[in-house]
C-alpha cells in the first residue's frame, strides 16, 4: 500500500518534483510495458503496484485517473458498470441513427440537386434548339430575299 508522494513517484520512476503530465506520460509508459498480456506472466503484482502509485498520485492532485480495465480476471482499478455500459450503447445508437439521418438528408439534397440540374440543362437545350429554328428561318427567309431580288433584276 502506498502512502507517500515520494513512494509513489518511486514506484513510476519519477523525481520528486514531477509534473502531472510527466506523471500521467510515465504511467501509460510503464502500463504498456508491465501489462500482464504483454509480459505474459501471469504475477501482476508489478501491474497493480503502478496503477496502486499513479491513483494515489491522481487522488492527491484531485484528478480523476485514467480508467484501468480488468486484468487476469481482476478488477485493479476503476470498470464499467451494466449501466453504464447500456448508457454507452444507447448514446452510440443515438450517434448511428444520427448519421444515418444526415447521410440520407445528404442523399436526397444530392438527387434534388442533380434533378435540378437536370431541369436545367433541358431548358438550355431547349432554348438552343428554338435559337437554332430561329436562325434556320432567318437563313431561309434571307435566302428567299435574295431570291426575290434576282427576279426582280431580271425583269
Known sequence: ?????????????????????????????????CHPDVTGSSDTTLYEKIVEAYQFLCAEAGQKPIPVTRVMGRTSGYSSSNAEYTAFQKKMEKQKKQKAQEFEQKQKDLAALYEKQEADYKRAMEAIDAIRAARAIQSMIWANSLGKDNEDSKE
Do not use: C, H
Open 1 to 33: 500500500m502506498i502512502k507517500t508522494r515520494t513512494e509513489a513517484l518511486k514506484t513510476l520512476g519519477l523525481a520528486p518534483n514531477a509534473s502531472q503530465e510527466k506523471i500521467k506520460m510515465a504511467y501509460k509508459d510503464l502500463v504498456k510495458r
